[in-house]
């Protein structure tokens, strides 16, 4: 027999089906209380996964936006700007390194392809070799595997006489020589990076927002300084008799006045201390 039998709905059912839409009715009107303060959230927490969903299918990176640590690409970017990324093979311009969206600071020089204040692209990477937050520095060269580069970069950025002074010279595998606008020297050069491979470029910085980047550092910092530490475990060191033997007072130089040494039990003690999570 199938569900639908003919019979009108229950009395039950019936008021189920209104007291739902009452919920919701009262959901959708409150004005004030528990209602209105749920439905403020719901609507929030939607608009945010709906911009969320927007940046991602525009960018094609997760997170789409970084916010920047430090001054090192002053004056075109400052610490606590928040920089909207796309993903490092997408909306590449026909200067870019091939199988990359990135142009470097040489070819952008040469096709007058600009941002963020200078030429070529500002590249978000992270070396997994060198440990620390990824690092948002300009590209500057592209280099292949057993390149002489030293002819080709600038000497102002470099410590060194000819390729065999110079460090990652020639190069060891592909990649792009980097470095922040405020900086002295490559980032290669100075130990920052090893040679950035196309692998370790996570995103092509597009857009700079001034400020906003200090609520992303602001929270960062605060969930950091705030996580609980357990204690380091230390074992507690018992040295048994430790003795020293005094020197013979009949020996001793007079003029040197060496008091003699007693003979005691020692016993050491560590207490446990833990370090807090620097941010």
């Known amino acids: 027999m199938s569900d639908d039998d003919g019979r009108p709905p229950s009395p039950d ?37 709906a911009v969320g969903l927007l940046l991602f299918a525009v960018s094609g990176v997760w997170p789409p936006m970084v916010a920047v ?35 470097t600071a040489e070819t952008g020089a040469e096709v007058d392809y600009r941002k963020f204040g ?6 978000v990477y992270d070396d997994p070799g060198a440990g620390g937050p990824p690092i948002i520095h300009r590209a500057m060269l592209w280099v292949e595997e057993g390149e002489n580069w030293y002819d080709r970069a600038n000497s102002e950025y470099m410590a060194a006489d000819n390729c065999r002074e110079l460090a990652n010279c020639p190069a060891e595998y ?11 020297r490559y980032d ?32 960062a910092n605060s969930m950091a300084t705030t996580t609980p530490v357990a204690p380091a475990p230390v074992e507690y060191v018992d040295v048994t008799t430790m003795e020293t033997t005094a020197p013979d007072v009949s020996t001793t130089n007079a003029a040197g006045g060496d008091a003699p040494a007693t003979t005691a039990p020692l016993r050491v003690e560590a207490s446990p201390s833990a370090d807090a999570l620097a941010a």
């Open 174 to 184: 592909d990649g792009f020589i980097t470095k922040g606008d405020n900086n002295p």
């Open 69 to 103: 640590e430090s001054g090192s690409m002053e004056p075109h970017m400052h610490k606590g700007d928040l920089v909207f990324i796309t993903g490092p093979e997408r909306y590449a311009p026909d200067s870019a390194v091939e199988g990359t969206a990135v142009v």
């Open 118 to 123: 200078g030429p070529g692209s500002v590249i």
């Open 13 to 49: 059912s019936r008021r189920g089906q209104a007291s739902d839409e009452g919920v919701l009715t009262r959901l959708r009107t409150a004005e004030e209380g528990p209602l209105m303060f749920v439905r403020e959230v719901l609507t929030s927490a939607l608009a945010v996964l």
């Open 188 to 219: 290669q050069v100075s130990g920052i990076a090893d040679p950035v491979r196309p692998e370790w470029v996570q995103g092509v910085a597009r857009i700079r927002i001034p400020l906003l980047g200090w609520v992303r550092l602001t929270l």
